[in-house]
Nanobody
Framework: QPQLVESGGGLVQSGGSLRLSCVVS????????IGWFRQAPGKEREGVST????????TYADSVSGRFTISKDIAKNTVYLQMNSLKSEDTGVYYC?????????????????WGQGTQVTVSE
């Protein structure tokens, strides 16, 4: 059974940094692409970033481009999301998810297995 487990969330002041981790099991990062999504209270889930399974190509939402960096360590079965210059609007529950697509879009429907999420709260 595929599993994804996020960690690294927390409370941080505006301008600060956090690094989220997504540890996967039951499948390989060389076969499946991974996406990070977030959901703020009362809002729809939105795509943040993806990393491709084969060549490591990355995509970012405009709102996080230049501030967030996605990466992966295949040997550790882990995908990271380094978040810098955090803003209050980055607050939400962050989820990682997998997709078989090599060039995924930032749309939840393309992803089949999801983690339980980790809370990120950015205070002013």
């Amino acid at each position: 059974q595929p599993q994804l487990v996020e960690s690294g969330g927390g409370l941080v002041q505006s301008g600060g940094s956090l690094r989220l981790s997504c540890v996967v099991s039951g499948f390989g990062l060389a076969v499946y692409s991974i996406g990070w999504f977030r959901q703020a209270p009362g809002k729809e889930r939105e795509g943040v970033s993806t990393i491709s399974s084969d060549n490591g190509r990355t995509t970012y939402a405009d709102s996080v481009s230049g501030r967030f960096t996605i990466s992966k360590d295949i040997a550790k079965n882990t995908v990271y999301l380094q978040m810098n210059s955090l803003k209050s609007e980055d607050t939400g529950v962050y989820y990682c998810a997998r997709t078989i697509w090599r060039d995924p879009n930032l749309v939840p429907v393309e992803f089949d297995y999801w983690g339980q999420g980790t809370q990120v709260t950015v205070s002013e």
